[in-house]
């Protein structure tokens, strides 16, 4: 059932719903946005207002991935979940839903949950698929009891290694994507005017143990449009002085790599 597997903030007791709220054995309750999310984040847990990506960051990133250039990217970690037989996912840092979403329709039998420090990202992700229980929480402190999940899922999101050994079943997996050393080369190379290449960021935990690290390259052509959401939805908006970013100007269409690392890990 929808939302069982939450647990109060406050108390970790099991929520319960009851109208159009959950509620827990101590009477802490949550009300279910209309959008059929619920919001779990403590006031006193938040650090900012509106922590986690901006608005403007998570429309253009609603906007780049609907384009659907990253599903080759999205088809193989729905096949690495099922590969593993893995059923009950919780997507940690779910932004807008869209990886969730194709997710739980790839993964035969799978039942997934979403979350995201973001409220604006966890209203996007609800609107697109009411079979999966989305929540605004934080992956440092998620309110689920201890292993709960089959699997983590991880893309591009903060890395929380001790709560998803926490939540995740003995058997449980993490699976992790980050960029590869030619991601996005063309594009940087165009704003920074040189070729960026980036080391293979690695990924460890003493906590896992990786079992196997998998490559997703390609290339995409993108669009004007794509472009500038591409490079609207990362931090690389905010960080690059304008006139770099202005080099973006006189580019139409643009033939772009992506280059993803999907990485796997069990508990140790
Ligand atoms: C680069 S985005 C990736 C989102 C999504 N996985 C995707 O690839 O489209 C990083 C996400 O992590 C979220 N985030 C940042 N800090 C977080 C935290 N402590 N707990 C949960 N989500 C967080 C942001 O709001 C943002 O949606
Ligand atoms: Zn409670």
Do not use: W
């Amino acid at each position: 059932m929808k939302f069982e597997l939450f647990t109060c903030p406050k108390c970790k007791e099991n929520l319960f719903i009851k109208g159009g709220s959950l509620i827990c054995s101590n009477n802490h309750c949550y009300d279910l946005a209309k959008e059929g999310y619920v919001n779990l984040m403590l006031a006193n847990d938040k650090h900012s207002l509106n922590p986690g990506d901006n608005d403007d960051m998570v429309v253009s990133r609603d906007m780049f991935l609907n384009r659907d250039h990253y599903l080759k990217l999205v088809n193989v970690v729905s096949n690495v979940i099922s590969k593993y037989k893995k059923t009950t996912i919780l997507d940690a840092g779910c932004g807008t839903g869209y990886y969730t979403s194709i997710i739980r329709k790839e993964v035969e039998n799978s039942y997934v949950y979403g979350i995201d420090i973001s409220k604006k990202a966890v209203k996007v992700a609800a609107k697109k698929d009411k079979d999966i229980s989305f929540a605004v929480a934080s992956v440092f402190g998620t309110p689920f009891k201890d292993k709960t999940f089959d699997a983590v899922v991880s893309i591009f999101s903060p890395l929380a290694f001790e709560e998803f050994n926490r939540v995740l079943k003995d058997d449980g997996i993490v699976v992790c994507v980050y960029p590869g050393e030619k991601h996005l080369i063309e594009l940087k190379k165009i704003i920074y005017g040189e070729e960026t290449i980036l080391n293979d960021k690695s990924v460890s935990s003493d906590l896992f143990e990786s079992i196997e690290k998998l490559k997703v390259q390609g290339y995409m052509n993108l669009e004007r449009e794509d472009t500038s959401n591409l490079v609207r939805m990362t931090p690389y908006f905010y960080t690059t002085p304008k006139e770099k970013l202005d080099n973006l100007n006189s580019v139409s269409t643009l033939s772009v790599q992506y280059d993803f690392i999907v990485e796997i890990f069990k508990k140790n």
